[in-house]
């Protein structure tokens, strides 16, 4: 059992509450996964060519200002960095590549995903408690995706924490469980994919990601992975200007939609979204089984 929120904003002018607005919907879906948990923020994206780069401490916290220092006299591009506590967003021009064979060197922190709007934390612990160690309150942009995880399948840990990113601005999210993840991964290991986890929310991740990569829509990826994921699921994906959702064909992990012309807010439980604004004036609805429901800011 596990919790997702998302929250796309179609007034501009809740943008700089996202996070306050986000963070009660975030709390109460830590029942539904104690274990561990994340978010991804999106913003207005970065001027090219910068990319930010989400990083996270593993183990003994660096000198986060120290590493962006030692990047731009090694790499010989203008770096800036920002810090919340174990985790730090770095905005740097350079290619995704050149930065990982570059942080390989540094033991203690991950790469958690790369692009110009999106922005992703994910820790162990109670998701309350990491939502205010790393200030997500604070956070300002135009839709997030979260998640509460209770691990059935896989190890408690950062690493295996959602959301998961595999390319360029999207994440993506999952309640429920798939029985085939470890033949994904063969399949997908020998299309020349690197995993990081044992993880099956990974294995879906990627596998839509590489149906992205060989033409695919969206829409149509999703439309694959109904006919290739075996398992319960509801997934919802976040890209730089959408939220997307699809559940299996039994749905039997919950979802619920508020949707209004400020804002689209989709939970586990309907109980995370009575605090938003106007909930009451809101068009709320269980999505259906087997159909792909995409909203745009």
């Known amino acids: 059992m596990c919790g997702i929120v998302g929250l796309l904003l179609r007034d501009e002018r809740l943008e700089p509450d996202l996070g306050?607005?986000?963070?009660?919907?975030?709390?109460?879906?830590?029942?539904?996964?104690?274990?561990?948990a994340g978010l991804a923020v999106f913003t207005r994206p970065l001027a090219e060519p910068l990319r930010r780069y989400s990083l996270h401490a593993v183990g003994q916290m660096p000198d986060w200002q120290r590493l962006a220092a030692q990047l731009r006299e090694e790499l010989h591009q203008p770096a800036a960095i920002q810090v919340r506590d174990n985790h730090a967003l770095l905005e740097w021009p350079?290619?995704?590549?050149?930065?990982?064979?570059?942080?390989?060197?540094?033991?203690?922190?991950?790469?958690l995903g790369v692009g110009r709007a999106l922005a992703v934390f994910k820790d162990q612990g109670n998701p309350a408690s990491i939502a205010r160690r790393l200030g997500f309150?604070?956070?300002?942009?135009?839709?997030?995706?979260?998640?509460?995880r209770m691990a059935t399948e896989s190890a408690v840990s950062p690493r295996h924490a959602h959301p998961f990113t595999a390319d360029g601005d999207s994440?993506?999210?999952?309640?429920?469980?798939?029985?085939n993840p470890h033949l994904l991964r063969r399949q997908?290991?020998?299309?020349?994919?690197?995993?990081?986890?044992?993880?099956?929310?990974?294995?879906?991740?990627?596998?839509?990601?590489?149906?992205?990569?060989?033409?695919?829509?969206?829409?149509?990826?999703l439309h694959a992975a109904l006919q290739t994921l075996d398992g319960f699921y509801t997934l919802l994906i976040g890209t730089a200007d959408s939220l997307?959702?699809?559940?299996?064909?039994?749905?039997?992990?919950?979802?619920?939609v508020a949707e209004t012309s400020r804002y689209v807010a989709?939970?586990?439980?309907?109980?995370?979204?009575?605090?938003?604004?106007?909930?009451?004036?809101?068009?709320?609805?269980e999505p259906a089984p087997e159909k792909v429901y995409a909203w745009y800011h």
């Open 171 to 179: 994440c993506l999210v999952h309640n429920g469980s798939l029985s």
């Open 244 to 256: 997307t959702l699809l559940r299996d064909p039994f749905a039997c992990k919950p979802a619920v």
């Open 94 to 111: 350079g290619e995704p590549d050149v930065l990982r064979r570059w942080l390989a060197s540094f033991s203690s922190v991950r790469l």
């Open 137 to 148: 309150a604070e956070l300002a942009g135009t839709h997030g995706v979260g998640h509460t």
């Open 188 to 221: 997908l290991e020998a299309a020349g994919l690197q995993f990081e986890t044992d993880n099956d929310t990974e294995a879906a991740c990627r596998y839509i990601a590489w149906r992205l990569s060989q033409g695919d829509t969206l829409e149509a990826a």
């Open 266 to 285: 989709v939970s586990s439980e309907f109980r995370s979204l009575a605090h938003l604004p106007q909930i009451e004036a809101a068009r709320i609805f």
């Open 20 to 36: 306050r607005l986000l963070v009660p919907m975030f709390d109460c879906m830590a029942e539904r996964g104690p274990d561990s």
